[in-house]
């Protein structure tokens, strides 16, 4: 983390920027193929989701389990199509989604050369996201069955609420009913 932002004595601070942001750097550098993806130390994952994202062709997108008090972030899924964000804490951003929710095409990235990650607070991934203009969510590469199943979840060792209940009457048709049902 840049000085600036460690002397920073209130709210949080741009934690994981700098070294994401040289991993970029680094793929721009040596990589002409492939896929990246921000993986971490406090998410769990299973397999099934790395032979998933290996065939992205722009951004694909997944649901993250166990993020906020809605138990999921996820996009919303409507007859196999994009059609929203479902995300405890939507902000304003256009791409509320939680850093290991997605994954991206190097190929794509290469052809982005400004493509970096902002040193913002809670809009980490939305900067990022949005940097790779030309790119809107109708983009969007949908993974794990159209979004129905969890192949990565934020994990921490702690008790956990319920999860808060689904708003049926709004989503209902949507994904977000099968992504209910394996939530606790
Ligand atoms: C996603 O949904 C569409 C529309 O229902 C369907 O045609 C497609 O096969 C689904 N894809 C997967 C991977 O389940």
Request: hydrophobic residues 40%; positive net charge; contains cysteine.
């Amino acid at each position: 983390m840049p000085d600036q932002y460690k002397k920073k004595k209130k709210g949080p601070k741009p934690r994981g920027v700098s070294n994401r942001n040289k991993g970029i750097q680094w793929i721009r550098k040596n990589a002409k193929s492939g896929v990246l993806y921000f993986a971490d130390d406090d998410n769990t994952y299973d397999l099934q989701l790395f032979d998933e994202i290996r065939y992205t062709k722009r951004v694909s997108m997944f649901p993250v389990g166990l993020i906020t008090k809605l138990g999921v972030s996820s996009p919303i899924v409507k007859n196999g199509i994009f059609s929203g964000f479902y995300d405890g804490w939507m902000a304003g951003r256009k791409f509320p989604v939680d850093m290991a929710g997605f994954a991206i095409s190097v190929k794509f990235l290469l052809k982005r050369p400004k493509a970096l990650m902002p040193f913002k607070p809670g809009f980490e991934e939305d900067g990022f996201l949005k940097s790779l203009e030309p790119f809107e969510p109708q983009d969007i590469e949908l993974l794990a069955s159209n979004c129905t199943k969890i192949l990565v979840w934020h994990t921490q060792t702690k008790k956990n609420e319920p999860s808060q209940a689904l708003d049926f009457a709004k989503y209902n048709n949507t994904n977000l009913v099968m992504l209910k049902q394996i939530l606790v």
